[in-house]
């Protein structure tokens, strides 16, 4: 009996499954800190608010502001004045808040280059085109409505 072809779906759905396993994999080798999503936050979307951050990352604003906190204290982040708010604060990330991000970046790849290149069947061009599906997957200038860029 011939099997079919896997859909779209099934394949979308495979592909969310192993990417967060990927990402889970990654914490538990690497034993990254924390701090390491929010400066990634950062990077992803330029200077945010703490309730920003505590959105984008799904926790509490209490916990955020904890966060933040240390990673000032590491030199990572900035915490300036909101400039239409003086009530509110801005996160930016710093040069060691980049050079930290640029270290963990290179923890993960060295891993994921370690178990690719293990792998007897895959081929530098299948890694290429995973990674530009994911980009494009998550580029934010993609328009699901219009179904281009």
């Known amino acids: 009996m011939p099997t079919t072809a896997p859909t779209t ?3 979308s759905s ?3 499954t192993y990417a967060a396993r990927l990402v889970r994999a990654l914490r538990r080798n690497n034993d990254l800190p924390a701090g390491a999503r929010i400066v990634s936050l950062l990077d ?3 200077p945010l608010g703490v309730s ?3 959105t984008a990352d799904r926790c509490s604003q209490p916990t955020m502001s904890a966060a933040v906190a240390g990673l000032v204290e590491k030199g990572w982040v900035d915490k300036l004045p909101h400039p239409d708010d003086a009530r509110s604060s801005v996160i930016t990330l710093t040069d060691v808040g980049r050079s930290a991000l640029a270290h963990f970046r290179r923890v993960n790849g060295t891993t994921v280059a370690a178990r690719f290149e ?3 069947t895959h081929t530098p061009e299948d890694l290429a085109t995973a990674v530009a ?3 494009d997957l ?3 200038t993609y328009d699901p409505e219009r179904g281009t860029l």
């Open 138 to 140: 998550l580029d934010p």
């Open 14 to 16: 495979d592909l969310a």
């Open 44 to 46: 992803e979307h330029g």
């Open 118 to 120: 293990a792998h007897p």
């Open 9 to 11: 779906l099934e394949l």
């Open 133 to 135: 599906v994911l980009r």
């Open 52 to 54: 920003a951050l505590a």
